[in-house]
């Protein structure tokens, strides 16, 4: 984020637990498949995706 003094400020995010069981292949699936060709298509195609991310990622959980 910049702030008013045209400085760049750092934002971290904590990254759930449960992420830890989404799989290689869906990480490159959502990397290479997500939409680029406009601002914000790319953030609103990853909500759509995001229910199913996180259902693989709980029967992963309960997998392991």
């Keep these: ?3 008013l003094d ?3 400020e750092q934002i971290v995010f904590p990254v759930p637990n449960i992420c830890e069981f989404l799989t290689q ?9 997500t939409e ?5 298509s790319k953030i609103n195609d990853f909500f759509l995706r995001s229910e199913d991310l996180f259902n693989e ?3 992963q ?4």
């Design 57 to 59: 990622m709980n029967w």
């Design 36 to 40: 680029r060709d406009e601002q914000g």
């Design 25 to 33: 292949e869906s990480k490159l699936r959502v990397y290479y498949t």
């Design 61 to 64: 959980k309960k997998l392991r």
């Design 1 to 3: 984020i910049v702030r």
């Design 6 to 8: 045209r400085t760049m």
